[in-house]
């Protein structure tokens, strides 16, 4: 994991996907400023209070996860007011799922074959922008 700093922004990887976490984590490594903090855990249940006790600024999640014996694990994750903004994953042959993510909250969609660098610090960046407003409304 990378170094702790205080103007890191707090990157939450919800993955299972050893493959996945290895890359976020060399992508955001070697992204310029901001630096990036990324905390990990390989399940959803309890991700939305873990992302709050950690002071994550932004939630990436593969939605790989989204399983049939709990559709709902991933909506959980954005349902709280508390919840920082979600990212997700997914494959490009997912594209339902992605898109349904949208539709219940996520602020945005990454296809797991395109990530790179700059795509991924810019659309978490992004994404912590678009949120910005729709918290402050919350306070």
Same mark, same amino acid.
């Given at each position: #994991? #990378?170094?702790? !700093? %205080? /103007?890191?922004?707090? &990157?939450?990887?919800?993955?299972?996907?050893?493959? =996945?976490?290895?890359?976020?984590? !060399?992508?955001?490594?070697?992204?310029?400023?901001?630096?990036?903090q990324l905390h990990h855990i390989p399940r959803?249940?309890?991700?939305?209070?873990i992302g709050v006790h950690c002071s994550a600024d932004v =939630?990436? &999640?593969?939605?790989?996860?989204?399983?049939?014996?709990?559709? /709902?694990?991933?909506?959980?994750?954005? *349902? %709280?007011?508390?919840?920082?903004?979600?990212?997700? @994953?997914?494959?490009?042959?997912?594209?339902?799922?992605?898109?349904?993510?949208?539709?219940?909250? *996520?602020?945005?969609?990454?296809?797991?074959?395109? @990530? !790179?660098?700059? @795509? @991924?610090?810019?659309?978490?960046?992004? *994404? #912590?922008?678009?949120?910005?407003?729709?918290?402050?409304?919350?306070?």
């Amino acid at each position: #994991m #990378m170094p702790l !700093s %205080s /103007d890191a922004v707090q &990157v939450l990887l919800v993955a299972e996907d050893a493959e =996945i976490v290895r890359t976020v984590e !060399s992508l955001l490594s070697g992204a310029d400023q901001p630096a990036y903090q990324l905390h990990h855990i390989p399940r959803p249940t309890g991700a939305c209070q873990i992302g709050v006790h950690c002071s994550a600024d932004v =939630i990436l &999640v593969d939605l790989a996860l989204a399983t049939p014996s709990d559709p /709902d694990a991933l909506r959980r994750l954005w *349902a %709280s007011e508390a919840t920082p903004p979600v990212v997700v @994953l997914a494959d490009h042959e997912d594209n339902v799922h992605g898109f349904q993510a949208i539709q219940q909250g *996520a602020q945005d969609l990454i296809c797991r074959h395109d @990530l !790179s660098a700059p @795509l @991924l610090t810019r659309t978490l960046h992004l *994404a #912590m922008e678009r949120h910005r407003p729709q918290a402050a409304l919350l306070l």
